[in-house]
Each structure stands twice: as C-alpha cells, then as structure tokens.
C-alpha cells in the first residue's frame, strides 16, 4: 500500500471527508524521511505539523537530565502529532524519536487551517482526535496505576504484540517502569 493509500484510508475510515475534500487534503501532505536515532519532536518546541506515519517505529517519551520515561510507541499508521502542543501552541513537554528509519506524511499548521477552513472541517477533526487521546491516556493511566509490571506485560502480549517483535526489551522496560533485569525475569515467568 503506498503512503498516500494509508493517509487516504486512515481518513475515509475515521473522518469522512467529502471525496474531493479528501483527495485535495491527502495530496496536500509531504513526505519527509528520518533515519534511525533521529529527533522529530523535543521538549520546549511548539508542534507546527501534522505527521502521520506512514512505516517504522517511533519512541515518545518524556525526559530530564538524568531520566528518561517511554510513553508510548507508534508502529502503526497514524497521526503522532502532540495535538495539545499543536492546537494550543504551547510547548510540548514530549521527545519523539525514531528507532528505526521512518516515512512520514507531513502538513504545516497553516495549510492544516486554511484547508479545514475551507471545507469546515477542522473543528472535528481536532475534537475527535482529542476524544481519543483523553480516552486512550485515561485508559493506560488508569493501567499502570492498578497493573502490575507482568499484568501490562501481559497486556502488551495480547494487545501489541508488535512491541514486542520490534522494539528493543530495555524500551519495553522503560515503558512499564521496571529495569530490563526485572523485565527478564518476567519474560521467563510467563
């Protein structure tokens, strides 16, 4: 499936446009490619762009000096956009980065709003990705606070098996909040 296949999909499944509306959006995008180990978001930066993720794996996580916290990972094709950072501008807080080389489909804000505009879209768009983002954050908040680190293992296993095909064990770690020594040890209990 191409790129502009899995952005025209994504969309005629989620948010239906009319169909010109729809070819005119897709096409409106740009391709922009990053290799393996590239920053494409940073703590302190306002998020200027849609991207959506046409194939590899990127990390999100949030970060001080001494620490880092995996947040999530993207392997599917999707927005990875921090909506918040991007409707609000206001700095995003998240670093993204990319574990392996990734394609991605790129819009600036500006043509993001002068498209929606256009077509009176755009208040939906923006509220429904929102509605899933609360939902979802809520839903892994609610996770981690009750799970524990082998019950979200276990989550994981049936619910994002591609995790763990694809993503190195000390990220995986990092992301239930246990050590990779600790993570192991799970690993063989299961």
Known sequence: MTEEDKLSLFFSNEFPFNKEGLEEF??????????????????????NEL??????????????????????????????????????????????????????????????????????????????IFQRIVVNKETEEFNHFVNTAEELYLDIMKNKPDWLLEIPQYHIASYLGITPETLSRIRKRI
């Open 26 to 47: 897709v096409t409106t995008f740009v391709t922009k490619s990053y290799i393996k180990g590239e920053i494409i978001l940073e703590n302190g930066t306002i998020e």
């Open 51 to 128: 991207r959506f993720l046409d194939q590899g794996i990127i990390r999100e996580y949030y970060a001080t000096n001494d620490k880092e916290k995996n947040i999530n990972f993207y392997t599917n094709s999707n927005f990875i956009t921090d909506f918040s950072s991007f409707t609000h501008s206001t700095a995003t807080r998240k670093y993204q980065e990319c574990l392996t080389d990734v394609d991605l489909r790129v819009l600036s804000k500006d043509k993001f709003l002068t498209f929606t505009d256009q077509y009176k879209c755009g208040k939906l768009f923006i509220e429904t």
